[in-house]
């Protein structure tokens, strides 16, 4: 168990529709990481966050949002959802953030499937 | 962050020690070696890292050649449970996403 605390485990839902998925980091962790794995396109980093503030951006879609609030948990926001969304979306929690080579702690996942 | 090479197979004997080789000849020297293995489609989990020297922690040990450019993972004494894709990522310090690759899919054998 890494600590870092991920909702729902599974989410069944139509295209068109939104989604959030929340994440609950480690015990004084002030960074989160959304990782999204599709069966094509690996595991890839999607966006960070630093103690509320974005910090860097990988392949995110504009459909695709995130924040991170004060408690330090954070959702990501899927819309207008499409097939190929379908993914394992990971969050990973780390004490530090952009300058550091702090070890990041994966979440259990969710599993979203779009029908 | 440099790129990582990993045979995308291997397997082992339950018991015996398992040596996963990871080469990254293009590392520099700012950057860190990281080990994650995911389990089925369970969280990436955290291995080990280092930067030149050899760590070594509860889980495995991890040598690193002299001049940083391979690396070897070792599981000393393989589980069945040690069945896993296990991922050898070089990161730099200033980059603070993990670059998955394939990484190697480890089978130990009973």
């Known amino acids: 168990d890494s600590g870092v605390t991920q909702t729902p485990k599974h989410l069944i839902t139509a295209t068109g529709q939104r989604v959030t998925l929340r994440c609950s980091p480690r015990?004084?962790?002030?960074?989160v990481y959304w990782y999204q794995q599709s069966l094509d396109q690996g595991l890839q980093f999607l966006i960070q966050?630093?103690?509320?503030?974005?910090?860097a951006k990988g392949n995110i879609l504009e459909r695709f949002s995130a924040q991170q609030f004060p408690d330090l948990h954070s959702e990501l926001n899927l819309s207008s959802l499409e097939l190929g969304d379908s993914a394992l979306y990971f969050c990973?929690?780390?004490?530090?953030?952009?300058?550091?080579?702090?070890?990041?702690?994966f979440g259990p996942g969710t599993r979203l499937t779009v029908l | 962050d440099a790129k990582t090479t990993q045979p995308p197979s291997m397997d082992c004997a339950e018991g015996r020690a398992a040596n996963l080789p990871c080469n990254h000849s293009?590392?520099?020297?700012?950057?860190?070696v990281y080990w994650y293995r995911q389990i089925h489609s369970q969280g990436p989990q955290y291995i080990i890292h280092?930067?030149?020297n050899n760590e070594t922690n509860e889980m495995a040990s991890l040598i690193i050649t002299e001049d940083r450019k391979s690396s070897t993972l070792i599981l000393p004494h393989a589980t069945l449970r040690d069945t896993a894709v296990y991922y050898c990522?070089?990161?730099?310090?200033?980059?603070?996403?993990?670059?998955f690759g394939k990484g190697i899919t480890l089978s130990v054998r009973p």
């Open positions: 293009t590392i520099s020297g700012n950057e860190y």
């Open positions: 990973a929690s780390g004490r530090a953030g952009l300058g550091s080579t702090d070890t990041q702690y």
């Open positions: 990522i070089v990161r730099a310090g200033a980059n603070s996403k993990l670059t």
């Open positions: 280092g930067l030149k």
């Open positions: 966050y630093y103690n509320g503030e974005e910090r």
């Open positions: 015990s004084g962790d002030l960074s």
